[in-house]
């Protein structure tokens, strides 16, 4: 049981309860997957007595594991039963016992008050690409390049042909150019070129990452000049794809590019919708918030570099350096807001749409999710821990506000689509 006991602007504290009944059924859960996997020597598994086990954990352990599960459960519950969309939370739980029921309390900021503008007589203009024969034969062309062979070529090196060059020098190597793809200045030094030539390329100043490369020469020598032959569209074309015939390749094709324009389609219409929403959108924002979508991007990408090898202090010296540092963290700071301006309009959309995910639909997904990770629904709670278990019931909340609301759109256009014709209809009809 949830029990609200302050809320001043942004700010809410609030207190839970949870039975006792369901702390002895945790208690009991924690046992069993203990005594299953924990083996004592002497005791088959799951006979050896609880004292037992608990002398070869801790008893610590085992009220950890019963703290987190009654928290993991009970903290977003709670939030829901409140009606609560919490962007942080400190939670602080008081002692558990078996037997007695299990109280914490909860402070937090809840998200600000926002408003949006009438979008209930919007029209999207965004359409899925249309799939024309055109598009169905240059998709088919890329196929045959893609599936291209090349055979040795004892003449002058054409634009279609991959070249083998052995690069000059301590650091050279040996590697094939495709022409018809290859930087200008590659592609114009090879061309007319011999097998056994030396060439000199020039590589025109260019910026690679973060780092300037000034114009400079590379000496190479031609290895191995092979001319690309493409197979015919044809029915063993289609074979060699495992398609029984061309017709079928084309139809299945087909099939998949007007399946991905589709998709397509309905992210640029989903895309349409949200800038909508964003552009009018009115909400005080509190710049704490912003602050934390900014620090959690920018660990994000201490994470991403630190699994390059590279460290953020040197990452962030090298920019300084360059004179870019306050340029990255200016972009930060306004893809942090774009973020946080499109999960208030979303949040705000769930609320008056009176959008809610039952927890039926809600532990289905979160199983499904743990699948996909190779997790149980268990290990998977916990890694999230309760304010991420939290987070994840407001991102299925905001998904499903929003088809949703493009749905309502849709019919919406629909319905005027049908009322235009009809007067078209009628138009034509009096006219006669």
Do not use: C
Request: net charge negative; no cysteine.
């Amino acid at each position: 049981m949830a029990e609200l006991i302050s809320r001043e602007g942004n700010k809410v504290e609030f207190k839970v309860s949870v039975p006792a009944a369901e702390v002895n059924r945790a208690y009991d859960q924690v046992w069993a997957g203990l005594a299953r996997d924990v083996r004592v020597p002497g005791f088959r598994p799951g006979k050896a007595p609880r004292k037992v086990i608990e002398g070869r954990v801790g008893k610590g352990y085992v009220e950890q594991e019963v703290r987190d599960r009654l928290l993991e459960t009970h903290y977003s519950q709670a939030a829901r039963e409140l009606k609560l969309s919490l962007v942080d939370a400190n939670i602080d739980p008081q002692p558990l016992k078996s037997g007695q029921a299990f109280e914490f309390t909860v402070k937090g900021e809840t998200y600000p008050e926002v408003t949006l503008a009438d979008w209930s007589g919007l029209s999207l203009s965004a359409a899925a690409p249309e799939i024309t024969d055109e598009v169905l034969d240059r998709t088919l062309s890329d196929l045959q390049e893609r599936n291209a062979t090349f055979d040795d070529a004892d003449r002058a090196i054409e634009a279609s042909d991959q070249v083998t060059i052995e690069e000059q020098g301590e650091d050279g190597g040996t590697y094939p150019v495709y022409l018809d793809v290859a930087e200008a200045h590659v592609r114009d030094a090879l061309l007319g070129k011999n097998k056994g030539d030396t060439v000199e390329i020039t590589v025109p100043a260019h910026q690679h990452g973060d780092h300037e490369h000034a114009e400079h020469t590379v000496t190479v020598k031609i290895v191995d000049v092979k001319t690309k032959k493409l197979q015919e569209l044809d029915d063993e074309f289609a074979k060699s794809l495992n398609f029984e015939s061309l017709e079928r390749l084309r139809t299945d094709l087909k099939a998949e590019l007007e399946r991905r324009a589709t998709q397509e389609g309905e992210a640029a219409r989903r895309e349409e919708f949200i800038d909508h929403l964003v552009a009018g959108m009115t909400a005080d924002i509190p710049q704490a918030l912003l602050d934390r979508r900014r620090e959690a991007m920018q660990a994000e990408i201490q994470d991403d570099l630190g699994r390059q090898g590279v460290k953020w202090g040197e990452y962030e010296a090298f920019m300084k350096e360059q004179g870019k540092l306050d340029e990255f963290m200016a972009d930060l700071g306004k893809n942090a807001e774009t973020r946080v301006k499109r999960d208030l309009a979303l949040e705000k959309l769930a609320e008056d749409l009176n959008v809610q995910v039952s927890d039926a639909e809600f532990n289905q997904t979160m199983t499904a999710l743990a699948q996909a990770n190779g997790l149980s629904p268990a290990d998977l709670s916990k890694q999230l821990g309760p304010n991420g278990i939290n987070s994840y019931y407001i991102s299925l909340t905001r998904e499903k506000a929003l088809q949703q609301a493009i749905a309502q759109l849709a019919g919406g256009q629909t319905e005027a689509a049908a009322e235009e014709a009809s007067t078209e209809e009628s138009s034509a009809e009096a006219a006669e």
